[in-house]
């Protein structure tokens, strides 16, 4: 069990999960189509650009009495032969 970073009592373990329609496009003029599916979100960008997608993860602050923070996350995800993903970064509240 891991422990918080005031005092080291044991953190409660959770997972949450995110649907991908909670999407946010950051250049959508960079995008030629944004479509809602399911529970997931379906992106197709114009050839040769990039954007930046946000999307807000379910964080609770303080749980039992005790302070939480993300210790990791899963993102799924493809793409075609023409598209990648460059970078994942994930904030805890303001913290890279």
Do not use: K
Request: negative net charge; hydrophobic residues 35%.
């Amino acid at each position: 069990m891991m422990s918080d970073a005031e005092g080291g009592q044991p953190m409660p373990q959770r997972t949450l999960w995110m649907h991908g329609v909670n999407m946010q496009v950051e250049y959508p003029n960079r995008l030629t189509s944004v479509r809602a599916t399911g529970p997931f979100v379906r992106i197709e960008g114009t050839r040769g650009q990039n954007t930046w997608l946000h999307f807000p993860l379910p964080t609770p602050v303080v749980l039992d009495g005790v302070n939480m923070r993300i210790e990791g996350a899963i993102v799924s995800f493809r793409t075609r032969d023409h598209g990648c993903v460059h970078e994942v970064i994930i904030y805890d509240g303001e913290y890279r």
